[in-house]
């Protein structure tokens, strides 16, 4: 999937997808009876009814993070 905020997205199942931010997995989006978001450092979870929100979950966190380093 195409790389946005630093984030490339890989579908690995019919049903799970990995984020990576260069050579590491920083989470994974499980699909069940909803998008399940889990991230490598159990700092980012949710469910959503579409991949699309759980995605922007964790991209929306990962800027946030990257912010907070600047400081």
């Not at 199942?13 to 909803?34: H, K």
């Amino acid at each position: 999937m195409a790389d946005q905020h630093g984030i490339t997205w890989r579908q690995d199942s019919e049903t799970t997808w990995t984020a990576r931010a260069g050579d590491a997995v920083v989470a994974t989006i499980t699909l069940g009876r909803q998008y399940e978001l889990l991230s490598a450092d159990d700092a980012v979870r949710g469910s959503h009814s579409s991949f699309g929100s759980a995605q922007a979950q964790l991209e929306a966190h990962h800027q946030w993070a990257l912010a907070v380093q600047q400081d």
